[in-house]
């Protein structure tokens, strides 16, 4: 699906990746046990944050990135039946590189 939902500022939209439902030795993991997804890919980016020289400052992500980010940033919404995290870009960590 494609989402037509538009950042605004340096804020990004990230589609989490659920975490491995077993463990190496296949132990269910469950619901209540699980960690914060903190690892998801971009789907939308804003246009950036404006700079003490009125200059636009654009995100250092773009979408299709996969990414980890802060465990509890961002803000939870459901947008065309899918749950996605809005997030400053400011709360990515790292790029993830396959």
């Known amino acids: 699906m494609s989402v037509s939902i538009k950042p ?17 030795s296949g132990l269910v993991i469950p619901d209540t046990a699980k960690e914060k997804p903190q690892e998801g890919e971009v789907v939308a980016v804003g246009p950036g944050r404006i700079d003490d020289n009125g200059n636009r400052v654009p995100p250092d992500v773009a979408t299709g990135d996969k990414v980890i980010y802060s465990k509890y940033g961002g803000t939870e919404v459901k947008y065309g039946g899918e749950d996605l995290l809005v997030l400053s870009a400011r709360d990515v960590l790292a790029g993830i590189v396959r």
């Open 8 to 24: 605004l500022e340096d804020r990004i939209v990230i589609r989490q990746v659920e975490a491995e439902q077993t463990t190496a």
